[in-house]
Nanobody, 123 residues
Framework: VQLQASGGGLVQAGGSLRLSCAAS????????MGWFRQAPGKEREFVAA????????DYSDSVKGRFTISRDNAKNTVYLQMNSLKPGDTAVYYC?????????????????WGQGTQVTVSS
């Protein structure tokens, strides 16, 4: 699975962005997908995940209620709708994929990673 993230940019606090992650490969529809982020000087952290069939989602406490993960298996794409953005959401956002069946996947179980897209939220 190869992943290409896009949709990042500069937005004011309270604004919204939608990230997309386009995947290539026949196994996308069998893969659980996740979004992670890494801010300068900080470790990469989990943001959200969605099961291969879209039937289950998982979010970090810091984004719950503000971010929504979704997927379109017909388009081989996963999305992250980010609303009510805060300066603390500023980071490089990465999409990732795993074929592990257990739910939710642990961060180390993601085998495929995209290149990242920068999200900057100004105050």
């Amino acid at each position: 699975v190869q992943l290409q993230a896009s949709g990042g940019g500069l937005v004011q606090a309270g604004g919204s962005l939608r990230l997309s992650c386009a995947a290539s490969g026949r196994t996308f529809s069998s893969a659980s997908m996740g979004w992670f982020r890494q801010a300068p000087g900080k470790e990469r952290e989990f943001v959200a995940a969605i099961r291969w069939n879209g039937g289950s989602t998982d979010y970090s406490d810091s984004v719950k209620g503000r971010f929504t993960i979704s997927r379109d298996n017909a388009k081989n794409t996963v999305y992250l709708q980010m609303n009510s953005l805060k300066p603390g959401d500023t980071a490089v956002y990465y999409c990732a994929a795993t074929l592990v069946l257990a739910w939710p996947p642990l961060p180390y179980e993601y085998d495929y990673w995209g290149q990242g897209t920068q999200v900057t939220v100004s105050s």
